[in-house]
């Protein structure tokens, strides 16, 4: 075997010496994932907005809720619903809906001077409904923020139904009030005065029932009771449950029970939705004592426990029962 010259050798060994092999790279580190947009939740319950349309404003209907009334259609698809005492003893709904529409909506009844007052906040806010006594309508055509959609001055968005007598039979639909020249170029989201905690629907331990029991009249009792697999408050009237045109029970997550103070003028109640008084909160199994609190007509509802401090809600849809000073309310 023929050997190297040694001067070639020795030029080898010398840069072999002085050029040590280097260390293998490091492997590149992973790439960090790009940030996630912030979800889009619905501006008045909380919950993930999916592919509703939260830009468009909020619109709102007077239900009625007298026997003949029931079953009613399109209150589950509601972010918020108002009970309020009305004449006789009765109660009616005004029904809040922003990140769901709803195909049907009814019965339709007349308005009432509260109606506008808890509206106001929700602004620009379509309202649909019946007819009203004329300082009502008066009210609501006055109202800045609240678009009147009167039954009367709106034909084509309501429909009568011969399956009940009248004046129970008067409905309309999400579209067809969306639809309506005096909605066009009308825009949300609206704002609300409530905070949502998801924790509060996480913790299945934390939640032990119970419900609520309440009257607005002799002729006219509530009552809510917790159900744990939907982690909902399932709604009965007069005894039984409450249901809806397609036979479900109604519900909510929150439920909300002010005591306000109401006067009767005129034969007709008028309540006070400003100020604040007591408040009942039950959401994710619990209740909590309170007080609402509203400065003024252009503030939102806030909670507050015993302390000062907020009380949150579950994210979910809102029923608020606006119930007279003088009427029982009791937690179970």
């Known amino acids: 075997m023929n050997s190297l010259p040694g001067d070639l050798l020795a030029l080898i060994l010398a840069l072999l010496g002085a050029a040590p092999l280097a260390p293998p790279a490091a492997p590149l580190a992973a790439a960090a994932p790009p940030p996630q947009p912030p979800a889009i939740v619905c501006p008045l319950t909380g919950v993930d907005a999916g592919a509703a349309d939260i830009t468009r404003p909020v619109h709102a209907v007077k239900i009625d809720n007298a026997a003949r009334a029931r079953p009613q259609v399109g209150m589950p698809q509601a972010d918020v619903v108002y009970e309020e005492l009305v004449e006789g003893g009765l109660t009616r709904f005004l029904v809040v809906l922003h990140c769901q529409t709803a195909p049907r909506l009814g019965p339709i009844r007349s308005a009432r001077l509260v109606d506008p007052d808890l509206l106001i906040p929700y602004s620009p806010v379509l309202f649909g409904y019946s007819g009203a006594a004329p300082p009502v309508l008066a009210k609501v055509r006055s109202t800045a923020g609240v678009v009147n959609l009167v039954h009367g001055g709106n034909g084509p968005a309501y429909q009568r139904s011969g399956a009940r007598p009248a004046p129970h039979n008067l409905y309309t639909s999400s579209d067809a009030l969306l639809a309506r020249p005096a909605a066009q170029g009308v825009k949300g989201p609206p704002g609300t005065g409530y905070i949502f905690d998801p924790a509060l629907l996480a913790d299945p331990a934390a939640q032990s029932g119970g419900g609520v029991d309440l009257s607005y009249s002799r002729s006219s009792s509530v009552g809510y009771n917790y159900d744990a697999g939907s982690q909902k408050y399932l709604r009965s009237q007069g005894g039984r449950p409450h249901l809806d045109e397609s036979g479900a ?84």
């Open 249 to 332: 029970q109604l519900s909510a997550t929150n439920v909300l029970v002010f005591k306000v103070p109401v006067q009767i003028a005129g034969g007709s109640p008028h309540i006070g939705v400003t100020g604040e008084g007591e408040a009942t909160v039950l959401r994710g199994g619990q209740a909590v004592q309170g007080r609402w609190q509203r400065p003024s007509l252009n503030d939102h509802f806030t909670l507050v426990d015993a302390a000062g401090a907020p009380i949150k809600l579950a994210p979910g849809n809102i029923w608020i029962n606006l119930v007279p000073t003088d009427r029982a309310v009791a937690v179970r």
